[in-house]
Every structure is written in structure tokens, then in C-alpha cells.
């Protein structure tokens, strides 16, 4: 016979929004669960209704998790970015509810960081205006402003893991790098830090933005910023469209200050395929305008669904927070001896004491137990014997300080 589960594995439900990647709908599907994809983003209300009984919601960089939309997901359990940012989840408003946030911080990495090299090449040979000019049936061939890219200075602000990537990539092409970083970070290759912002602007041919959507990323490079870099340098940004002052870069590229810009993210983006984009950018010399595919390619797709439906599934099925962003982190081992308690909880003094107070009363065994917890919220994982698990179970679920409570066996 099949053991029994806690929570029927059939009843659980898996929103996912925006196309992603079929790779996470396998992984559901085959341990379980019911999902129900939706291919693009929904407008509010469509959301509000959508959410209402999902266990588990995917999304990608589109759809916006207020703390509205988490209000009316009384049944969510976790939340799946299946990108690297997460700033389109209210996260604050997820940890108080008990909801950890799970994102994809490597399985895009590479599809970026050769995109951004691509884009420098481009740009050096200036090949976005060559292949606008062949198409009109115009034939200009000339060597006039394009460059090798060996034996230039690459300027890498963000020495993440993508931003540490295209500096390994660069410097395979011959390329001097130098990268800036708020925090120390340990230079790959021959790749080597710069102590300022300005440091890393003056010295490059090229600058590459890999930083977060952040208060201090956002409009981090100005007129004045731009002023610094060298003439006739080349600005890329794959990151964040918060970070780059596209009218400033614009009038840069009108007076030739900038010798070209490749763009991939912007300030306002359309919601769906087909809408109407309008930059500031659009029509000038030598400037590459991607619409926001950076780790949009196939194998950037597929490990992004498994890796962050893989996170979902461990904290379905085991509690594992150990890749959560918004949430403590916490993992222990299955046993097969034990029922397992998940209980998130405010983090107030004498919350322990309760739930121990509890275990004495009811006589339960503890097996293995681990606590953590952050400003806001404790997560406690307790494995118990199974004959007052139940009990446990409900005690607990009772207290005043309780946010969630789920038992697992």
C-alpha cells in the first residue's frame, strides 16, 4: 500500500505564469502535484482570482506579488522566481505570512554573460548599424571607428556571478578587466578591482553593469557618471533598467561622447509580445537594443525550472528553506521514523518556551530539531514520534505567536 501523506499530493496546486519553462511543469507533475499553467502574465484582478487557491506560484520578472496578491493566496505555501530577481515579490510581506521566496541565481549565468560579449563585439565593429544598412540595400563598407577588442580595458560594475563570468570570458578574448564591487570579492583569472566607481569609469573602453535593483543601484549612472567614462567608450547593461539614465546615455551618444551602447533592460517595459516600446534610444548610431533577453535561451530555461522547482519541491515535501531569499534558512534530513513539524512563528521572546512546554506536555520524543530565525520570524523544523505528532501538531498551530504550521509524514 502507499504510505499516507499529510497532505494529499494530488490536492496541490501549482500556478505557473509567464511560460515557463516546461522542465518545472514535468517535475511537478511527476511527483504529484496538479499545475495549471497560464502562458503570459494577467492583469490584476485575473491575478487576485488566479492565486486564491494556488499552493505553489511560479513567475518570471512580470508579474507583481504585493502584498495584496499574498493577502488573497491563503493556501500559498512558497514562491518561485524562476529568474535571478526578485524585487517583484513584496518579500517583506511573504516572510510575515510564512511564505519563503526561491529565485535562480546561477542557471542563467552563462546565456548573460555571452550575450554581453556578443554585444561588445557588436559594438566594436559596429554591426547592428552595418546590418540595418545591408537590409536597406545600402553597401558601406569601411574600417572608420571599428576596433579589436583585444587589448582593451572591459570595466565590470557587479562582480557577481554573472559580472565575475564576462570577466573570465573577456579576458579569454584578450581583454584587460577591472571590476568594481560595494563588497570584496576574489578576482577570477587575471581580473583585478578597482577602489571607486570612478576609478573603473575612467579607465575602461567598455562598461558592463551586473548589479541588483537595489536603493543604492538605482539610477547609479547619471550624466555625471557618464561624463567620467573615456570618449569614444561603450556602455552595456543587462541588469537592472532602474540603473542607467537613458536620456543622459542618449545625449551622450548624440555628442559622441559615448561611442555606442547595448541595452537589454529598461525603466518601463511592455507587459506582453506585440506592445507598443519606446526608449529615448531608439534610432541612434551604433546602439544594440535587446528586449530584455539576457537569459532568454533555451538551457538558461530549462535549468531555471529545475532549479527553482527543485527548491519548491524540497520545501513542499521536506520544509528545506536553504536556498530562500526572504526567509530563514534552515534544513535537516528526512527520517523515517518521525513525523516532521514546519512551524514559521513571530520572532517574540518565550515562543520556544511555549512550544516546549508543549513537547513535555504531550511526552513527545524529539528526533532532531533546528531553529533560526530573522528580525522578523522564527522557523522551527521538529521531527517527533509519530503517535503524538497530531497533538503536537495542533498545540502549536493554537498559539498566539503561530503564522504557519504544517505537519509532514
Not at 490584476?44 to 488573497?72: F, N, P
Request: with cysteine.
Amino acid at each position: 500500500m502507499a504510505q499516507a501523506t499529510s497532505f494529499p499530493k494530488d490536492k496541490i496546486k501549482v500556478l505557473l505564469l509567464e511560460n515557463i519553462h516546461s522542465s518545472a511543469r514535468d517535475l511537478f507533475r511527476e511527483d504529484g502535484f496538479i499545475v495549471e499553467e497560464v502562458h503570459g502574465a494577467l492583469d490584476y484582478d485575473a491575478l487576485l482570482k488566479q492565486v486564491a487557491d494556488a499552493h505553489i506560484i511560479g513567475i518570471r520578472s512580470k508579474t507583481q506579488l504585493t502584498e495584496e496578491v499574498l493577502a488573497a493566496a491563503k493556501r500559498l505555501l512558497c514562491v518561485g522566481c524562476f529568474c535571478i530577481g526578485t524585487n517583484q515579490v513584496d518579500l517583506q510581506a511573504a516572510n510575515v505570512r510564512g511564505i519563503p521566496v526561491f529565485n535562480a541565481p546561477f542557471s542563467n549565468t552563462r546565456s548573460v554573460a555571452e550575450l554581453v560579449l556578443a554585444e561588445i563585439v557588436m559594438l566594436a565593429r559596429q554591426l547592428g548599424d552595418c546590418v540595418r544598412q545591408l537590409h536597406q540595400g545600402q553597401w558601406i563598407k569601411s574600417a572608420t571607428g571599428r576596433h579589436e577588442i583585444r587589448g582593451k580595458t572591459l570595466g565590470v560594475i557587479g562582480y557577481g556571478h554573472i559580472g565575475s563570468q564576462v570577466g573570465v570570458l573577456a579576458e579569454a578574448f584578450g581583454m584587460r578587466v577591472l571590476y568594481y564591487d560595494i563588497a570584496k570579492k576574489l578576482p577570477m583569472g587575471n581580473n583585478r578591482p578597482v577602489a571607486s566607481l570612478e576609478a573603473l569609469l575612467t579607465q575602461s573602453d567598455f562598461v558592463t553593469l551586473h548589479v541588483p535593483a537595489t536603493s543604492q543601484t538605482q539610477g547609479m549612472i547619471q550624466a555625471e557618471h557618464i561624463a567620467q567614462m573615456r570618449p569614444g567608450s561603450y556602455l552595456v547593461n543587462a541588469s537592472r533598467g532602474s540603473v542607467v539614465n537613458l536620456e543622459a546615455l542618449a545625449e551622450a551618444i548624440k555628442s559622441e561622447h559615448i561611442a555606442g551602447a547595448a541595452i537589454d533592460v529598461y525603466p518601463k517595459e511592455p507587459k506582453k509580445n506585440g506592445e507598443h516600446f519606446d526608449s529615448p534610444l531608439i534610432g541612434l548610431p551604433n546602439v544594440v537594443l535587446t528586449p530584455h533577453i539576457g537569459g532568454s535561451t533555451e538551457e538558461a530555461q530549462e535549468s531555471i525550472g529545475v532549479e527553482v522547482g527543485s527548491a519548491c519541491l524540497d520545501f513542499t515535501n521536506n520544509g528545506s528553506t536553504a536556498s530562500a531569499v526572504n526567509f530563514p534558512q534552515a534544513e535537516l534530513p528526512l527520517r523515517s521514523d518521525s513525523h516532521r513539524i514546519l512551524n514559521a512563528h513571530k520572532n517574540v521572546p518565550g515562543v520556544m518556551a511555549e512550544i516546549s512546554r508543549i513537547l513535555g506536555e504531550l511526552n513527545a520524543n524529539i528526533h532532531a530539531q533546528h531553529l533560526v530565525t530573522d528580525d522578523a520570524t522564527g522557523y522551527l523544523i521538529t521531527d517527533l514520534d509519530k503517535n503524538v505528532s497530531e497533538e503536537v501538531y495542533r498545540a502549536i498551530s493554537s498559539l498566539d505567536t503561530n503564522i504557519k504550521t504544517r505537519i509532514l509524514y
